[in-house]
T-cell receptor, first 109, second 112 residues
Framework: GIQVEQSPPDLILQEGANSTLRCNFS?????LQWFHQNPWGQLINLFYIPSGTKQNGRLSATTVATERYSLLYISSSQTTDSGVYFC???????????FGTGTRLQVFP | DADVTQTPRNRITKTGKRIMLECSQTKGHDRMYWYRQDPGLGLRLIYY???????NKGEISDGYSVSRQAQAKFSLSLESAIPNQTALYFC???????????FGPGTRLTVT
């Protein structure tokens, strides 16, 4: 089955709006990470969050490992937040990083 | 200065040519990885190395080879490039016991 699943697949926001991105992961995956892939293709580490909550500026993330999900919150969105957000988890069996298919975010002025 | 660097950043090559993509890191990490990303998709693992003498195939290794020249350097080769290897290639690093991976800026490869 699907090991890392993200929703929604696409999100369109006006500047200043808040949003929540979700990542569900299977029992075979843990140690969640969140990445932002900017329009130039670069992958930027946002959070390494196996459990709990972390905040960095307008972004925060929460992982509830016992319920197998993680949430990424973006507040007061800006056009520079546009891009694709990926979550990824480490496979217990292989120690490899398994990526979700991403959420494409477009923020308009 | 970037901790994980990739060269070249962009490359256009012809079918049948041999090409090498290089990755260097100054993070002191022992583990290194190569991924490819096709348009609209997530990343898939090509090869990974847990130390200089340990090389392992990922999920899509056919048509690729790698070399770990030193702890800080990990190269990916396409022996005979084909058009469906056109993709964005990423190198990543991590340290044993800590599962967070750090990615290079990517190499955009086009095979015509």
């Amino acid at each position: 089955g699907i090991q890392v699943e993200q929703s929604p697949p696409d999100l369109i926001l006006q500047e200043g709006a808040n949003s929540t991105l979700r990542c569900n992961f299977s029992d075979s995956v843990n140690n969640l990470q969140w990445f932002h892939q900017n329009p130039w293709g670069q992958l930027i580490n946002l959070f390494y969050i196996p459990s709990g909550t972390k905040q960095n500026g307008r972004l925060s993330a929460t992982t509830v490992a016992t319920e197998r999900y993680s949430l990424l919150y973006i507040s007061s969105s800006q056009t520079t937040d546009s891009g694709v957000y990926f979550c990824a988890g480490t496979s217990f069996n292989t120690d490899k990083l398994i990526f979700g298919t991403g959420t494409r975010l477009q923020v308009f002025p | 200065d970037a901790d994980v660097t990739q060269t070249p950043r962009n490359r256009i090559t012809k079918t049948g040519k041999r090409i090498m993509l290089e990755c260097s890191q100054t993070k002191g990490h022992d583990r290194m990885y190569w991924y490819r990303q096709d348009p609209g998709l997530g990343l898939r693992l090509i090869y990974y190395s847990f130390d200089v003498k340990d090389i392992n195939k990922g999920e899509i290794s056919d048509g690729y080879s790698v070399s770990r020249q030193a702890q800080a350097k990990f190269s990916l080769s396409l022996e005979s490039a084909i058009p469906n290897q056109t993709a964005l290639y990423f190198c990543a690093t991590s340290v044993q016991g800590v599962h967070e991976q750090y990615f290079g800026p990517g190499t955009r490869l086009t095979v015509t």
